[in-house]
């Protein structure tokens, strides 16, 4: 039975890998990595089965089954993580990883994601129920030291479990013991000497209407491979600057990531996301001294205004874009339920179709062009998200010639018709004079768009951007990545300010390339230097020493003066910790906040509390936070705020949460 089970477990185990290994450019090599996955997979099944005695049959199943389904799951996640970003486990799938996206995403792979379950459980089972009979005293002698060495390799290879390792786990201990020197911040063109974002000065010059398209890079300008799919881009080229050479940053090559690291000029570390590297939010309070796009435009007198035909809940992207500045945020998802159904918002995702965000969004920049006031109005669409695209029932399709109708290529085909009709809206209104409008990629196509084969036979895949109304019409062939279009685009509206960004850096100059390492592995340790660096109260400013609840603008922490928005465990909306839920915060010497987790369990609460020396408590009474506190007793629905240092809790309590204020400081020992 021994070798019957060892083969079951590494053909369950080989299919998935090979299935994954067909949405990546290098098939043999990752059909090989699979087919090795799968051999030590098993083989630690095995080694499992191996270690209890004769009579031990059902928890020799549980056991086996259990390390089958571990090693499975892992693997199946990988095959995720493959299929949409084309690497392992990375930022794109840890912020994918909540049942927020999932909630959306089942919209489009209900069947795949029923099957993996299945696929899962039932190859588990079976594996487990293979391994009920004892494999013999001389099959274990066997077993032991080859399962023992397929188990090591399972962790030291590059196998899904061994990917999830080193990404979840090894990853941020070996950044923790990183000594930055000077020369780290030279040889990876990070700036040092950056004003805060209170010291920053600005003029006004033109208005900026920023346009992020979904995953519609330059291959799909293609004539050959994409007869006159986006007519309507191409002719607008013609009187662009256009931007030939901007490739996603690390970690831009998701929609999220390109957002933060257009606006603000560097790149995505692992500070910002100490949630749980999912879909739990951003943390303000790490580089708050730091300024962006929006913050310099807001320094010279701009009127901020985002538009999103979607949801501005993934990953906290609505708390990120008020930290940067906007005034305005507009999310077709936010809207009563009475506005949506008479606009028509039929949209997944929450959103409405990039036809009908154009054609509202031409309508804005009419009012905020009456204001007065220099402007940013900034577009994100949706339809082209992968795999296969959003297209309403009625519109016109697009086929390539001999082929049937792709449903992601009349997405895209139907965008640029709405790009095109909107371009010439704002010709036709006096502001136009003193606007620029960028158009750009938020990042590459996923590699599980269905376009996908014919995107990588483009050797030159990069993001589509240029400029309309910016000067002559002219080629830009400078290198550059996403966190450069900040600069870029503040240099393009003519607006001048003493800023600069970490990373950034204008392509209409001479940009240091040292910069375009500056978002590799190796350079995050620097960049998180300077973030820590620039976080907290700037020099001279009194803080006000206490922590507070805030519902304005959003549900937050108001920690020295610094908000830390209360994300939901699931959803990436803010709200108030409900029933049973506390919300736990480490912080540091510096009162920043640097990690934080939103629980229902005491016993993890109390966990998490053991890894900070300083932590901060907010819930119900009924929850977590009255049972660690020794509160409980109190009614319900009173909310508990509460500091803990050296292991004992300072509190204050009550109904009404905003009244709730601690001193940061503890007078028994000033």
Partial sequence: MGPVAYLAALLFLLIPGVISALFTAELFDRCLWALLSAVVGAGAVAFAGALLPDSW???????????????????????????????????????????????????????????????????????GLLNRKSPGQFRRKIALPAGGAALLLL????????????????????????????????????????????????????????????????SYLDEERFPNLMPNTRKLLEE???????????????????????????????????????????????????????????????????????????????????????????????????????????????????????????????????????????????????????????????????????????????????????????????????????VVTDHLAMNGATTSDLLRENPHRRLLAFALNAGAPRRITVKGKTFD????????????????????????????????????????????????EKSGAPAGRIQDGTVRVTADPYAALVIDGILMPLFSQSYGILILPEGDECFAVHLSPENRAEKWRRLESAAAIATFLEEGERNLLFGKASGPAGVLTGLSELPPDDYILAIQENGKFRTVHGPRPETLVLSLQNKATE
């Fill in 155 to 218: 962790f030291l290879l590059p196998t899904p479990t061994g990917e999830a390792l080193r990404f979840w786990v090894i990853r941020p201990l070996t950044r923790q013991d990183t000594v930055v020197t000077e020369s780290d911040y030279s040889r990876f063109g990070i700036k040092r000497k950056i004003p805060d974002r209170d010291d920053v000065t600005a003029l006004p010059g033109k208005n900026l209407v920023l346009v992020y398209l979904e995953s519609t890079e330059n």
């Fill in 485 to 532: 279009l900040a600069p870029t685009l503040l240099e393009l509206a003519g607006v001048r300010h003493n800023y600069l960004f970490p990373l950034g850096e204008s392509l209409l100059g001479n940009p240091n390339p040292n910069r375009l390492r500056g978002d590799s592995p190796t350079a995050k340790p620097a960049l998180e230097q300077l973030l820590l």
């Fill in 240 to 438: 662009a600057i256009v931007f030939e050479e901007i490739q996603p940053s690390e970690y831009a090559t998701f929609t999220f990531g390109a957002l933060f690291a257009s606006q603000s000029g560097y790149d995505l570390t692992d500070l910002q996301l100490a949630g749980r590297l999912g879909n739990d939010g951003v943390n303000p309070a790490v580089g708050n001294r730091l300024s962006s796009l929006p913050g310099v435009l807001k320094k010279a007198g701009y009127f901020l205004s985002f538009m999103n035909s979607a949801s501005l809940n993934f990953a906290g992207a609505g708390v990120m874009l008020s930290e940067f500045g906007y005034d305005d945020l507009w999310a077709a998802e936010a809207l009563p339920p009475g506005v949506r159904k008479q606009l028509g918002f039929e949209g997944e995702w929450g959103g409405c179709r990039d036809t009908m965000l154009f054609r509202i969004g031409a309508e804005k920049y009419r009012v905020l062009s009456e204001r007065g006031q220099p402007f940013l109005l900034a577009l994100l669409t949706i339809d082209a998200h992968h795999p296969n695209g959003f297209v309403a029932p009625d519109g016109p399709v697009y086929a390539r010639p001999g082929e049937e109708p792709s449903q992601l290529l009349t997405a895209i085909h139907r965008t640029d018709q709405a790009l095109g009709e909107f371009v010439k809206q704002l010709k036709r209104l006096p502001a136009w004079k003193d606007t620029v409008l960028f």
């Fill in 57 to 127: 049959k059902r928890r020799r199943a549980a056991l086996t089954g259990g390390v089958m389904f571990f090693v499975q799951l892992l693997t199946l996640a990988e095959g995720c993580a493959w299929m949409i970003s084309g690497k392992t486990f990375s930022y794109e799938f840890a912020l994918h990883l909540s049942l927020n996206t999932l909630r959306y995403g089942m919209s489009d792979y209900e069947w795949a994601a029923l099957a993996a379950v299945l696929y899962l459980v039932l190859t588990s089972v079976a594996v």
